[in-house]
């Protein structure tokens, strides 16, 4: 299996965040603020969740630490290729 770039996973997860919260996916930057984009707590782990089922990964609990679209970005590579080998 292949590992998206980071760039190819912020993409994706740009898209899920624009689809979900109904804004324009080129507002979002690397360091757009999840608050400040008009994601809650529940909306978060909402992300995570898709995030899951379309890099088919498992996000253990402890890593939910994330302000960023770029933290989102970086855990979720991280995740992939520590769970592709």
Do not use: C, R, Y
């Not at 299996?1 to 979900?20: F, H, N, Q, R, T």
């Not at 809650?40 to 890593?63: C, G, M, R, Y």
């Amino acid at each position: 299996m292949s590992v998206p770039s980071l760039d190819e996973i912020s993409k994706v997860l740009a898209k899920m965040i624009a689809d979900k919260m109904e804004i324009d996916v080129n507002t979002i930057t690397a360091e757009s603020n999840l608050t400040e984009l008009g994601l809650d707590s529940l909306d978060t782990f909402d992300l995570i969740f898709n995030a899951e089922d379309h890099f088919k990964i498992k996000v253990p609990n402890d890593q939910v630490q994330i302000e960023t679209l770029q933290d989102v970005t970086a855990l979720v590579h991280k995740l992939i290729v520590a769970q592709s080998s």
